[in-house]
């Protein structure tokens, strides 16, 4: 079973297994949301990225079934907020240990739009690097020894979670926030991959921003988790964000 952190315990950069990042100033310890949706034998475990499993919602139709990440009612790539940011970059630091004391930040987004990067290096349409993440290439030398950042379409989530094991098994360190549908075969396959070395679930519902006007739009039709993937075999542990 996942192990239960407390980041404000434990410092920034120790070994991977059992450990967490100092969290930030304003950091909360507990989720306000989490999912009613029970897997029974007459409920399949739910498998159509396009449907949000906590309400039902037919994600396409609201925007959120493409895309850098969570929509708005516009179409448009949106942007991670910068705190959400840098607090992933600490939890993977934390649990990389010593293999992030050279990292300057995020060393490729896997899955970007133009405008909505969260650094220089990224893969998607317009990319000068590589305009489909999926291809059979690896992304290590677009790395540099730096994390990933992910945070595919969801019409791709199952391969992305494919494409993102593989990475890990190649020594990359992946960085995945999705929306926290527990019951989906691809969470499942992540959860369950000894690829897996920590979990952070995310209190309320981000609100992502609109790159051409900074502003942020509506919340999410649902929570967020961050799962961090990185080489070797790992007892997931779990963050407090």
């Known amino acids: ?4 952190v407390d ?18 100033a304003t950091g909360r310890t507990r989720a306000r949301h989490t999912t009613s949706h029970h897997t029974t034998p007459e409920d399949p475990i739910h498998d159509d990225p396009d449907i949000d499993p906590l309400t039902g919602t037919n994600l396409t139709g609201h925007g959120f079934a493409k895309g850098k990440a969570a929509r708005g009612e516009r179409s448009g790539a949106w942007m991670t907020p910068r705190p959400v940011l840098d607090r992933a970059l600490a ?6 240990g010593p293999a992030s004391e050279l990292w300057r930040g995020w060393g490729l987004d896997a899955a970007a739009e133009p405008g909505s990067a969260v650094c220089e290096r990224w ?5 000068l690097l590589r305009s489909d ?15 990933v950042w992910l945070n595919p379409p969801y019409d791709q989530f199952g391969p992305f979670a494919e494409r993102a094991v593989v990475e890990a098994e190649r020594g990359s360190w992946v960085a995945w926030l999705l929306f926290a549908r527990t ?18 679930f995310l209190p309320g519902r981000i609100r992502f921003i609109d790159p051409t006007t900074g502003v942020q ?23 407090r964000w």
């Open 91 to 96: 939890v993977v630091r934390a649990v990389a």
């Open 1 to 4: 079973m996942p192990r239960t």
């Open 183 to 200: 019951d989906t075969k691809a969470f499942q396959a992540l959860w369950r991959s000894p690829r897996l070395a920590a979990f952070a």
């Open 7 to 24: 980041p404000r315990r434990l410092p920034r950069g120790a070994p991977a297994r059992g450990t967490a990042p100092d969290p930030p």
């Open 133 to 147: 993440a999926l291809a059979p290439e690896p992304w290590a030398p677009a790395v540099r020894g730096e994390p």
């Open 123 to 127: 893969y998607g349409p317009g990319s």
């Open 217 to 239: 739009g509506a919340s999410a039709p649902a929570p967020s988790v961050l799962l961090v993937l990185g080489p070797g075999e790992h007892d997931a542990i779990r963050v």
